[in-house]
């Protein structure tokens, strides 16, 4: 099993410079090989990136000398990239490979392991030495490679490591998980985890930073400086949000090993510019992720309830459907005389979390039949406990 550490650095300047060199190199050569390649493919050639790979060499040394002051990865990596990037295309899975921007895209270049070493606190890095990591490296096995990123002027390193698989552990218990906006995740257990919107908390101080930023002359120093806390402030959002959702993740897969959750649209729903923003800083999609990888390494597994099945509108207990229920209803009211929940309200978060519990057990066949009814939470691209 492959395994990243993302660990910061402390470059001196002249390291810092030597990154931003292999960073625009690996850059440039990857916009001259897609150049190259949709040039071919015009003319009707089959281009593959080892016949880029060749002829970039052939006219390297005349054309391209300023290449060669950095590790010679920089220059051969996004070759390999660039054919898997097309790969993917070809089937269906990605978008067609476009240029990359020097202001706009993340400034990054890969090392392959012969071309690096680990040590304590620090890695040693080609016609550069070493380079001071802010911890040691977690994880022990083979190092199988590395890739330097820049973001909000600070330099990582994602050292990819193999270790060996660990052994599933079979843990009978399940548990049904529905997300939405006003609560990041409603447990069917009864448990809330609320949504911390740490992307609505910052938005005045990004707005001013945002001001004094366009405010500034361009080319300037202070603009510099503006552009460099915007970039701050943007970083510790992220960095908040991954921090709950990496410990949430970790806490479900390690006590379940069946986790239900609905397969929604996210897509659609990021579409929809009311809540676009709101969807956005939850991050429902990063959340699944998270939890399909540590559930399989973990010895779980993830069961996608279908996007239109109606669990917010539907009870648990008997399978009576509240078709006209709204977002504004937050408490859900069975209607069914013969149902034990009649004359008692529920959380809607709850009822929908056991309704996909159900479901989802429905599905591996561990229950014969799980409750059901008309209707979908999807109206209009919006699950119903959007709000």
Same mark, same amino acid.
């Given at each position: ?11 001196? @300047? ?102 690096? !070493? ?9 016609? +550069? ?42 843990? @009978? ?20 985890? !609320? ?88 991050? +429902?999609?990063?959340?699944?992720? +998270? ?18 099945? @109606? ?77």
């Amino acid at each position: 099993m492959i395994r990243a550490h993302k660990i910061r650095l402390h470059p001196t @300047p002249e390291q810092s410079e030597y990154f931003a060199k292999a960073a625009g190199t690996s850059r440039f050569v990857w916009n001259w090989a897609l150049a190259e390649w949709n040039r071919q493919h015009e003319a009707g050639e089959k281009p593959t990136a080892l016949k880029l790979k060749k002829q970039f060499n052939a006219i390297r040394r005349m054309h391209f000398p300023w290449t060669w002051q950095v590790t010679k990865n920089a220059s051969d990596q996004p070759f390999l990239d660039l054919g898997k990037a097309f790969t993917a295309f070809f089937e269906g899975k990605a978008k067609h490979p476009t240029f990359k921007s020097k202001k706009q895209s993340k400034p990054s270049f890969y090392l392959a392991n012969d071309q690096l !070493e680990v040590g304590d606190h620090r890695i040693w890095i080609p016609k +550069l030495g070493w380079v001071n990591l802010a911890e040691n490296l977690r994880f022990e096995g083979k190092v199988t490679g590395a890739r330097l990123t820049r973001q909000a002027e600070w330099w990582f390193v994602s050292l990819q490591v193999e270790i060996p698989d660990p052994i599933a552990v079979k843990k @009978p218990a399940a548990v049904g998980i529905d997300v939405g906006l006003n609560r990041l995740a409603t447990l069917s257990t009864g448990e809330h985890v !609320e949504n911390q919107a740490f992307l609505k908390t910052a938005l005045k101080k990004l707005r001013q930073a945002n001001k004094r930023l366009h405010r500034r002359k361009l080319g300037s120093k202070n603009r510099e400086k503006a552009r460099r806390k915007v970039a701050r402030l943007h970083y510790r959002i992220s960095c908040l949000r991954q921090d709950v959702l990496q410990k949430l993740t970790t806490r479900l897969t390690d006590s379940y090993g069946i986790i239900g959750v609905e397969d929604l649209h996210l897509k659609g729903l990021l579409k929809n510019r009311r809540l676009a923003r709101s969807f956005a800083d939850a991050s +429902l999609g990063t959340l699944r992720r +998270l939890l399909e990888a540590k559930a399989a390494q973990r010895g779980g597994e993830v069961i996608k309830v279908d996007r239109f099945f @109606p669990s917010s509108k539907t009870c648990h207990c008997c399978g009576w459907t509240w078709k006209g229920m709204t977002l504004k209803d937050r408490l859900f009211v069975c209607q069914n005389p013969a149902c034990p929940y009649e004359q008692f309200g529920q959380d809607r978060d709850h009822n929908a979390s056991q309704n996909v519990l159900q479901e989802a057990l429905r599905l591996i066949g561990c229950i014969d039949q799980a409750v059901s009814g008309t209707g979908s939470d999807e109206d209009a691209n919006l699950p119903a406990d959007a709000g």
